[in-house]
Each structure stands twice: as structure tokens, then as C-alpha cells.
């Protein structure tokens, strides 16, 4: 049976997310997460994207992405296929590193937007791997709440407009935002990342 067409235009916003082939993971250590990032901010630069939230996990990753211009597919091909060749030459790997398609969720309204941005976030919490998203190095959170510099490819002027007139404001309303979702999970999210920024400590 022929696969569906992508739902894809101008100004369209996106939950992304692609899991690794058989489940397996793509990132064996940081410095495939910190590569992977780079390779994200060339997909932005290269596809005129807008970049709201993202979070690497262990076998997937998560992205919020508004595109100005028809280009989901387009980044997507830089995105995983430049890092994908780029993982299996370090590692000395061959074949599929990610599943053969993408994921992309169209939002349709600003209420979908939030649920996905704190989603993308809690990803960490609701998999038992730290108790708090700020404990994760990995994400789009500690940049969005003014606990670490914003890397230039992650826009962080959508949150004024919907938590707050001034940036303060802004951050802490969407810090409180995150947190309410937390609740959700129930207990036993103690444990800090097992993988963690050189020369940072958990944000607490």
C-alpha cells in the first residue's frame, strides 16, 4: 500500500521526531549529541527553519520546527542524513542508522503548540531517566527558563507571546507550565542523568 503524502507549506509547525533503526540508539556518547546539534543547526540555516524546542533522548529525538518556506523535507534529508553518515563513519557502522521515515505531527492550534512544547521537554522525566526537566542537558528547557545561553538556531521569541509581556515573565510562566505537567508521572523520578555536560552540573 503507497504511504500517504507529508502534509507540507509555507508557515506550517511541526512535531518532529525520528527513532533509531530497530530502536537502536543514536547517540553513543555526548559528543554525538553535541555533533547532532550542530548538524540541527545547519538543517535550521540551510531550510529556513525556526527551531522552538528539541530534546535528545537516548534512541530518538524530539523537534518543535515552524516552516516559513515548504522545506520539512528538505531539512529533514540534512538533518538525519548528514548525521547518520557522519555517526557510522565515526563509529565504523554501516547501514540505516534511523527508521525510514520521519515523523511529523502538524499543530493546529496554539493549545496544541503548548502540549507539544512541554511534551518535547518532559520527554527525560517521562522516561524515569531524571526527576526534573532542568537535570537534563539535552533539551530545549534550561535555555527557554534563562538557566543557559539559547543556541543560535533555537527561537525563543514565541514564548513572550504567549506566557509573558517581558522575558522574566515569560519564563517563569512556562517554567510553571512545565511543572504542572510533571505531576502527571507520579513518583519514583529521582535518579540524576546518566549523561551530563563536561564542566556543568544538574540544573536543580
Known amino acids: 500500500m503507497p504511504r500517504p503524502p507529508r502534509t507540507s507549506f509555507a508557515g506550517a509547525l511541526y512535531h518532529v521526531s525520528t527513532r533509531g533503526n530497530r530502536r537502536c540508539d543514536i547517540y553513543l556518547d555526548n559528543d554525538d549529541r553535541q555533533w547532532f546539534l550542530l548538524t540541527l543547526a545547519r538543517a535550521v540555516r540551510k531550510a529556513a527553519w525556526r527551531c522552538h524546542a528539541y530534546c535528545l533522548m537516548t534512541n530518538h529525538y524530539h523537534l518543535l520546527v515552524e516552516t516559513p518556506e515548504e522545506t520539512i523535507s528538505q531539512g529533514m534529508q540534512i538533518l538525519n542524513g548528514r548525521y547518520a553518515r557522519d555517526f557510522n ?116
Open 89 to 204: 563513519w565515526k563509529h565504523g557502522f554501516e547501514g540505516h542508522l534511523f527508521e525510514k521515515r520521519f515523523n511529523d505531527e502538524l499543530i493546529e492550534d496554539d493549545a496544541h503548540l503548548l502540549e507539544v512544547s512541554r511534551y518535547i521537554v518532559l520527554n527525560p522525566v517521562r522516561a524515569g531517566i531524571c526527576p526534573e526537566p532542568g537535570w537534563w542537558p539535552w533539551s530545549s528547557y534550561r535555555a527557554m527558563v534563562g538557566e543557559s545561553a539559547a543556541p543560535p538556531f533555537l527561537t525563543l521569541d514565541w514564548l513572550g507571546g504567549v506566557f509573558g509581556s517581558t522575558p522574566a515573565k515569560a519564563r517563569a510562566r512556562y517554567r510553571g507550565f512545565v511543572e504542572d505537567g510533571i505531576a502527571d508521572f507520579g513518583p519514583g523520578r529521582s535518579q540524576a542523568p546518566d549523561v551530563s555536560v563536561p564542566g556543568t552540573a544538574p540544573a536543580r
